[in-house]
């Protein structure tokens, strides 16, 4: 325990998203494991998050809301992406919410997040939020493309430790935003942070592999990215049926 936070710290875990699952049934909302270091940490696509051991911060937070609906469950991605990019903003950093669980500066990603939710009668009853961020890693050893670290972006040293809970506090912030307030600030938060809202780039169709070019317009009710193509033809994706080229 940390302060007021719930914050366990593990010196190496398999997983905190497992671990947290794991242990889920006993703990209390807002409940935060992190680790120095995971064996198998887990990233979107079943991709593994390279993080070198206690350079980084590698943690998952539980949520247990009472009342989210089912249809509503992609509401837990932009508490979490938003209280994130807020706290990267304060420390000098201007950063874009990939949708849908990245955190990108310019074309450079600086966070990953994995989100495993758990239904029960049209009901949200948990969702587990995994979260990655580069700290202070400056070498990455993995194939990704393009990481980056809030070390190699500001030219400072961070204490993780220290940092977690500013972290914490900040989607705990969002978080509590997103469960009370009616006048839809955190929708509008999160598409003015939005990662090339309203330009136009090219992307990938995954089912059929074609490029084809289109602006970012926003998300639909099923939270399914929105664009509109040079002729003015406006599609949805889910998650993993379009690719961004960077």
């Not at 420390?91 to 669980?101: D, Q």
């Not at 758990?118 to 995994?130: F, M, N, R, V």
Request: net charge negative.
């Amino acid at each position: 325990m940390i302060g007021a936070l719930n914050i366990k710290w593990f010196e190496e875990t398999d997983s905190t998203n497992t671990q947290l699952q794991n242990d889920r049934h006993s703990l209390e909302n807002l409940t935060v494991y992190a680790a120095y270091f995971q064996t198998a940490g887990r990233g979107q696509r079943g991709n593994r998050w390279e993080s070198k051991r206690g350079e980084n911060l590698t943690f998952s937070i539980l949520f247990k809301p009472e009342s989210i609906e089912a249809k509503d469950q992609f509401v837990i991605s932009k508490a979490v992406t938003l209280g994130i990019v807020d706290y990267l903003i304060e420390r000098g950093v201007e950063c874009r919410i990939k949708w849908p669980n990245d955190i990108y500066y310019n074309n450079l990603k600086i966070c990953g997040i994995l989100i495993e939710n758990g239904i029960s009668c049209d009901k949200l009853t948990y969702s587990i939020a995994g979260v990655g961020i580069n700290i202070n890693q400056e070498i990455f050893d993995s194939d990704a493309p393009n990481p980056t670290s809030l070390k190699l972006l500001t030219g400072k040293e961070y204490d993780i430790r220290h940092e977690l809970p500013d972290i914490v506090s900040a989607i705990t912030g969002r978080y509590n935003q997103a469960i009370t307030e009616k006048n839809g600030k955190l929708e509008n938060d999160y598409l003015a942070l939005l990662y090339r809202i309203g330009e136009y780039h090219n992307y990938i169709n995954c089912a059929t592999g074609e490029s084809f070019k289109a602006r970012i317009i926003g998300l639909d009710s099923q939270a399914r990215l929105k664009v509109e193509t040079l002729d003015g033809e406006i599609k949805a994706y889910a998650f993993k049926e379009i690719g961004y080229v960077i």
